[in-house]
């Protein structure tokens, strides 16, 4: 990602003052697992000089091994950052997109709190095309946002980090699924596990299992 293109640069030359707080999720089509969503709080004023931004991207298009070595990075020049899981049951409960959209809300609000500062210095950037509901902080959507803002960008790679690592502690728990090669995505060998061994405690109820 060329950081100079970037939507915080973009912001900048507008004249925003304040932290921008990227928002992303990974994990809306597994079968199994939560879907872990990530906000990432940058100070607009931070140069886009810096390496990391230069580095950073979309997180499927990195390598796990460059997702790794980013991460103490995003850790240590991100204002804050929140990482957390939405349940299979919530998402049963709640429907993917919305489980999502109330993650990112609970994320961002969790690193307002840890910035501590009041709604004016603060702006959330989600990535997609849809804004979350009734929320109390300023907020735009960016299709494509995650190649598109170093924030966001930062969220991914938090999110899809944390939850491959999830999803191969599963697959010791929870062996014969291939939860480490697929991440609880319908593969065909997950499909044919699932047919063969039935659903473990972290499949989702709701999700249609196509044959």
């Not at 995003?74 to 409960?93: F, G």
């Not at 210095?121 to 190649?147: M, S, W």
């Not at 899809?160 to 014969?176: E, F, N, T, W």
């Amino acid at each position: 990602m060329n950081p100079y293109e970037s939507i915080e640069a973009l912001m900048r030359k507008e004249g925003y003052q304040g932290y921008i707080l990227g928002c992303d999720e990974v994990g809306r089509g597994p079968l199994a697992g939560p879907a872990t969503v990530a906000c990432v709080a940058y100070p607009i004023s931070v140069t886009p000089d810096l390496p990391l931004f230069s580095q950073i991207d979309d997180s499927k298009k990195l390598s796990a091994k460059k997702r790794e070595q980013l991460i103490e990075a995003i850790h240590s020049t991100a204002a804050a950052y929140c990482v957390l899981d939405m349940s299979p049951e919530q998402i049963d409960t709640l429907n993917i997109l919305q489980a999502c959209l109330q993650g990112m809300k609970l994320a961002a609000q969790n690193v307002v709190a840890q910035l501590g500062v009041n709604r004016d210095l603060v702006h959330v950037i989600i990535d997609g095309n849809k804004l979350i509901p009734n929320f109390e902080y300023p907020q735009t959507a960016y299709v494509k946002g995650d190649g598109r803002s170093w924030s966001i960008a930062s969220a991914s790679i938090l999110a899809k980090v944390h939850r491959d690592d999830l999803m191969i502690s599963y697959d010791a728990q929870y062996p014969g699924y291939g939860f480490a090669q697929n991440v609880g995505y319908p593969t065909a060998a997950h499909r044919a596990a699932l047919a063969e061994l039935g659903p473990t405690p972290i499949h989702r109820k709701s999700f249609k299992v196509k044959k």
